[in-house]
């Protein structure tokens, strides 16, 4: 590591996992305290197997709903603009067409010259179909 140790580098994904271990350590540890009085209130003993499913179910549930939720709106997103969908070229494709009609206004001998040329150059990190501009 150049700056600092992986403690200081990385202090977000710590801080992120502390809480997760925080949060489901408590989760756990709190549901069995609710399952036992759950128990006990029907004359039951708790006993660690039932515990185990029912925590389980609740736990993916609360997953499903909210991690794996958020992880498709921020991952998912990002992953269809990395991949160049619709979506991602809307912007991009209307700076490009402003950009071209002013290289043409500006300078109309060399505009369709200098427009492959930055093509050819910026060729394979852009998201559209090649010369669709004309």
Request: no cysteine; charged share 20%; net charge negative.
């Given at each position: 590591?150049?700056?600092?140790?992986?403690?200081?580098?990385?202090?977000?994904?710590?801080?992120?996992?502390?809480?997760?271990?925080?949060?489901?350590?408590?989760?756990?540890?709190?549901?069995?305290?609710?399952?036992?009085?759950?128990?006990?209130?029907?004359?039951?003993?708790?006993?660690?197997?039932?515990y185990v499913v029912?925590?389980?179910?609740?736990?993916?549930?609360?997953?499903?709903?909210?991690?794996?939720?958020?992880?498709?709106?921020?991952?998912?997103?990002?992953?269809l603009l990395f991949?160049?969908?619709?979506?991602?070229?809307?912007?991009?494709?209307?700076?490009?067409?402003?950009?071209?009609?002013?290289?043409?206004?500006?300078?109309?001998?060399?505009?369709?010259q200098l427009i492959?040329?930055?093509?050819?150059?910026?060729?394979?990190?852009?998201?559209?179909?090649?010369?669709?501009?004309?």
């Amino acid at each position: 590591m150049k700056n600092g140790s992986i403690w200081r580098s990385y202090s977000y994904a710590w801080i992120t996992l502390a809480f997760f271990v925080l949060t489901i350590v408590g989760h756990w540890v709190f549901g069995w305290f609710a399952f036992v009085s759950e128990q006990q209130s029907h004359g039951e003993a708790a006993t660690f197997g039932p515990y185990v499913v029912e925590m389980a179910r609740d736990t993916l549930e609360n997953w499903q709903s909210e991690f794996l939720q958020l992880l498709w709106q921020v991952g998912g997103l990002a992953f269809l603009l990395f991949l160049g969908s619709p979506q991602s070229r809307e912007g991009s494709d209307r700076l490009e067409a402003k950009v071209d009609e002013l290289l043409k206004q500006l300078n109309p001998e060399r505009a369709d010259q200098l427009i492959d040329e930055i093509d050819e150059r910026y060729s394979g990190r852009h998201t559209d179909i090649p010369h669709a501009h004309r």
